[in-house]
């Protein structure tokens, strides 16, 4: 019961980060995303950089639903199914952030 609380509860913040980083008003949440984001803040594109964060987010926050959907009908293999979606958006999302190709500006 606890947890499936605590899950729409995270899902819920995850959406609501990836709408303020989306509209632009938390550029500093995107600091987690990309390692020396103040310096790299001129050369990237941040409409495609707030772009991909804030589907990364989204993900994540469809994540935690599924988990909180395994926990709701009590079958732990679909719990599980959003903790390995999880852990996938999250390592490919520091994969993706750190090639620094992917959001520089084109001049």
Do not use: H, P
Not at 3 to 17: E, K, P, R, S, Y
Not at 62 to 82: D, L, N, R, S, Y
């Amino acid at each position: 019961m606890y947890m499936n609380v605590l899950f729409c509860a995270v899902a819920v913040i995850f959406a609501f980060m990836g709408m303020l980083i989306r509209i632009g008003k938390a550029d500093g949440i995107m600091g987690g995303f990309v390692k020396n984001f103040k310096k790299k803040r001129e050369t990237y594109d941040l409409t495609w950089l707030r772009a991909f964060v804030s589907k990364v987010l989204y993900f994540c926050a469809v994540c935690f639903a599924i988990m909180a959907a395994g926990e709701m009908v009590q079958i732990k293999m679909i719990t599980w199914a959003g903790i390995i979606l999880f852990v996938v958006a999250v390592f490919y999302s520091a994969r993706y952030t750190e090639i620094e190709d992917n959001f520089k500006k084109e001049l």
